[in-house]
């Protein structure tokens, strides 16, 4: 006989929020067209916002049927220190990235990631990341021609003067 | 005339062919390296190779697809970690092997048999295919509203432990693709208020976020995991070996191929089946099964590679992916303005014989890349993830962003990716949620068109539906 699967932390307020969540969506489109008609566009919001309401349900269910394992922690297990840096990082990223620009922001993003994750010295990751940084910057904004936010580099300037080499 | 001169596109032109050998090349990395999946890096692609023709952006998605499918063997082998779900099996025989010092006797056989499972697939793509799409020419409305729905459940059912939460995900899914205005009336639908929502979700986003963010945030869990380093000798097999192996891989890749036809499975289940099929009908191997038994490599590695080709079967025929790459090189034809489907077949063929072809060849130069360079590639494997998440995560954000030069783009990628990391760590399945962005207007709009050519009578459509072609369609899928 399987081992009845254990709750693990914060599964249980997971899925409460991803049931209220159905809720309000479920909300939202009946605020399209009601019951209108079958063919009314949301119709289809509808029916499918109605089984994420009732999968919610039954998961919600399930979930509370579960003990709580005991051998985990949110801190350890489910959302570690490393995991939130990583997602404020990329936020940061994303906030940094038309103001400052692609290469300095992206130079800098590797910078703190690669010191924090590997904890090697400064001059590895400063190696590492303008390395990597000019390599895709060469691969994707010369040779597929992905336009990228600017911000203080005058890249368009570079770009230029490197294709008018050729 | 005409399938032998579109067969040939990718060959005759250079261009496609070393567009598919360095995808090919780059697949095998991509597979091997345990953080890095074919799904995560086919969507990455997507966003940097929307603005090419279809034809090079094809050629490079399918040389990783079959190259990746083949890569994740070799760390299965070498370092016991599977590189893709799809060598899971593999890595019970394959790591005992390498323990005994036979890594290279098994990567060189799993290379030849992956390349031979790869062919019975692509032979089956470009049989079978054209005669299904002659038979799905006849679909009505309700019957891609009725593919479309049995693609979703399909994969929720297939994807992960619970049903329920697989149902809640394609829900969610086609919820996402339904944000917007209604094409047909204008109406916003999950707008809030919020002008950016008006114009919908990009589907690019979703797909990086869950992904490929979701993804490289799971694997910093296990960050410092050490590599273990392996010597590697006598690659190329004997002929006499692969001939031994033959009648087992040809039952295998048989497996592989039905397994990957069928809408929501893919190589992980077929390869998971062939071991088991194998384990069943190998009455004496050499190397009991789990400890080293050449059968346990040869019928995971024929079955998941057939199953490529299998996958791509109900793909171009029915618009429905056979797993989770195939669902996004559905959204990356949508992009490219082509729409997968029976009617594909008639109005673009040259699109489905490149296929085939593309396939033919990424699987040619699977087998030469894979016999060769392994001293390169134990390197690059040992790359520390410290360095390769992050950039995981740059070309992310690079990725999002290219698309509509939108960084609301690159905050639903974010908000998408650690919704997906919530939902992998509380088992949820991912891959039902991009299926139901990718068929929500399919069966929105077939719903629509169904409905209101029964005169909004839902019984007269329930009853037409028992006496479709899609009915036909899907007894023939049970």
Redo the contacts between chains.
């Keep these: 006989m399987e081992p009845t699967p254990k709750r693990r932390p914060g599964e249980l307020v997971f899925n409460i929020a991803i049931m209220l969540a159905s809720f309000g969506l479920l909300y939202s489109a009946y605020g399209i067209s009601g019951f209108e008609a079958l063919s009314a566009p949301g119709a289809v919001p509808m029916a499918t916002t109605a089984i994420m309401v009732v999968c919610a349900v039954v998961i919600l269910r399930q979930t509370l049927r579960k003990g709580a394992d005991t051998s985990q922690t949110m801190a350890a297990d489910i959302l570690p220190l490393i995991v939130i840096v990583t997602i404020a990082m990329i936020a940061a990223y994303a906030v940094l990235l038309r103001p400052l620009g692609f290469l300095p922001t992206s130079v800098l993003f590797l910078l703190v990631m690669v010191r924090f994750l590997s904890r090697r010295g400064w001059g590895f990751c400063l190696a590492v990341s303008v390395g990597t940084v000019f390599v895709i910057w060469i691969i994707f904004r010369l040779i597929f021609a992905v336009l990228m936010p600017q911000g203080i580099i005058p890249e368009g300037r570079i770009v230029s003067a490197i294709t008018s080499l050729f | 005339m005409d399938i032998l001169s579109n067969l040939l596109i990718p060959i005759v032109n250079l261009d496609l062919l070393m567009l598919i050998a360095v995808g090919t090349f780059a697949g095998i990395y991509v597979g091997a390296i345990p953080g890095l999946s074919v799904t995560m890096a086919v969507s990455i692609l997507i966003s940097?190779?929307f603005?090419w023709e279809v034809y090079p952006a094809l050629a490079l998605m399918i040389g990783i697809y079959m190259g990746g499918v083949y890569g994740g063997s070799r760390t299965a082998i070498l370092l016991n970690i599977p590189g893709a779900p799809s060598a899971i099996a593999t890595a019970l025989d394959g790591f005992p092997m390498a323990q005994h010092g036979r890594a290279g006797e098994a990567i060189g056989i799993v290379t030849v048999v992956s390349f031979i499972g790869g062919f019975i697939g692509i032979f089956a793509l470009g049989a079978f295919a054209p005669l299904l799409s002659d038979f799905a020419i006849g679909f009505q409305p309700r019957d891609f509203m009725l593919l479309a729905i049995m693609g979703i459940l399909l994969v929720g059912s297939l994807s992960g432990d619970?049903l329920?939460?697989g149902?809640?995900a394609g829900?969610?899914g086609?919820?996402v693709g339904?944000v917007g205005m209604?094409p047909?009336?204008i109406?916003?639908?999950?707008v809030?208020g919020i002008s950016e929502l008006r114009g919908g979700i990009s589907f690019v986003a979703v797909m990086i976020g869950l992904f490929g963010?979701s993804e490289?945030?799971i694997q910093?869990?296990s960050?410092h995991t050490p590599a273990v380093r392996q010597k590697i000798t006598g690659i190329i097999p004997s002929w006499s070996k692969v001939r031994k192996h033959l009648p087992l891989g040809l039952q295998t890749s048989t497996i592989g191929t039905i397994v990957g036809a069928l809408p929501g499975t893919g190589g992980d289940i077929a390869a998971l089946m062939a071991y088991d099929h194998a384990k069943r009908v190998t009455r004496n191997p050499e190397t009991p099964f789990g400890k080293g038994a050449i059968e346990g490599l040869v019928a995971p590695e024929t079955a998941n590679n057939a199953a490529v080709g299998g996958a791509f079967i109900p793909m171009l025929t029915l618009g429905i992916p056979g797993d989770a790459v195939t669902a996004i090189m559905i959204g990356a034809l949508f992009i490219h303005g082509l729409n997968p489907g029976p009617m594909l077949m008639i109005e673009q063929p040259d699109m489905f014989w490149f296929i085939v072809s593309s396939l033919a060849l990424a699987n040619v130069f699977m087998l030469i890349f894979g016999l060769t360079g392994i001293r390169l590639f134990v390197r690059i494997v040992e790359l520390?993830r410290?360095?390769l998440?992050?950039?995981i995560?740059?070309?992310s954000?690079?990725g999002a962003?290219?698309v509509n030069?939108s960084?609301t783009d690159?905050?639903w990628m974010?908000g998408f990716?650690?919704l997906g990391?919530?939902m992998r760590?509380?088992g949820y399945p991912l891959a039902p949620i991009i299926l139901g962005v990718i068929l929500?207007r399919l069966?929105?709009d077939n719903?629509?068109r169904a409905?209101?050519s029964e005169r909004?009578d839902?019984g007269a459509m329930m009853m037409g539906i028992f006496t479709s072609r899609c009915r036909c369609a899907c007894s023939w899928r049970w």
Excluded: C
């Design positions: 940097f190779t603005s619970s329920v939460k149902i809640f829900a969610l086609i919820g339904a209604d047909l009336t109406q916003d639908r999950f809030f963010v490289a945030l910093l869990h960050i520390p410290t360095v998440l992050p950039v995560m740059v070309l954000i690079v962003y290219a030069n960084l690159v905050y974010l990716g650690v990391y919530f760590l509380y929500s069966l929105d719903w629509r409905i209101i909004e839902f």
